[in-house]
């Protein structure tokens, strides 16, 4: 499946944000890359401001146009806020869920381990990184994979208290799913209304 593999410093610069992680770039160029990135000056209509937001949010978790609209219809059609409900979705997928344990750096390297067969959900290997994670999951590493390096680098010094809807268990290497993200938990910048709004034309 096709799947953004360009410059990630070229797209923060686009939202003028480090939807990417930490972009030392960003600091020296605020501005849109381009010739003229730093002399555009134009006003966004209505339009562009709903569709740049849900352009980020894509880049942001790593999802493709018709995964996010089927996502969206989804939420859609479920009881609450539909996009509280969305980014919900988003924060649940096994991918993100991986990052946001700390096993892996990025969004992208979750993604990957995901792929590489390096994570189990209660027990079960999943290699699917848009695996829907429900409350009460365990998702943690796969035993041959809890030696690798990397996924002992990752892990190195981080703070598994942050996010409070996931509860880390040292001796799995992993963390119980304890319920969906209320949206006040969420730290990503995404404006989940102008999503909506673009969505409901």
């Not at 981080?158 to 799995?172: L, T």
């Not at 910048?189 to 909506?196: A, G, Y």
Request: overall charge positive; glycine content about 8%.
């Amino acid at each position: 499946m096709a799947r953004y593999t360009g410059p990630k410093t070229k797209i923060a610069r686009k939202f003028g944000e480090a939807i990417y992680g930490e972009d030392k770039v960003l600091t020296k160029k605020n501005y849109p890359p381009g010739q003229h990135g730093n002399n555009r000056r134009r006003k966004t209509s209505e339009y562009g401001t709903q569709l740049k937001e849900k352009q980020k949010a894509k880049y942001t978790y790593g999802v493709l146009e018709r995964q996010f609209r089927n996502l969206f219809e989804r939420a859609a059609r479920t009881k609450g806020i539909t996009g509280e409900v969305l980014l919900q979705l988003l924060e649940s997928r096994l991918d993100n869920v991986v990052y946001r344990l700390g096993i892996a750096p990025t969004r992208p390297a979750a993604r990957q381990i995901v792929l590489h067969k390096h994570i189990t959900v209660n027990g079960e290997v999943v290699n699917i990184p848009s695996y829907q994670v429900k409350p009460g999951d365990v998702v943690a590493v796969r035993e041959k994979a809890k030696s690798l390096e990397v996924i002992a680098d990752n892990l190195a010094g981080f703070n598994h208290s942050k996010y409070p809807w996931i509860e880390w268990d040292e001796s799995v290497k992993g963390g119980k799913f304890l319920h969906l993200p209320q949206r006040e938990d969420i730290p990503e910048n995404i404006k989940e209304q102008l999503i909506v709004e673009l969505y409901s034309k």
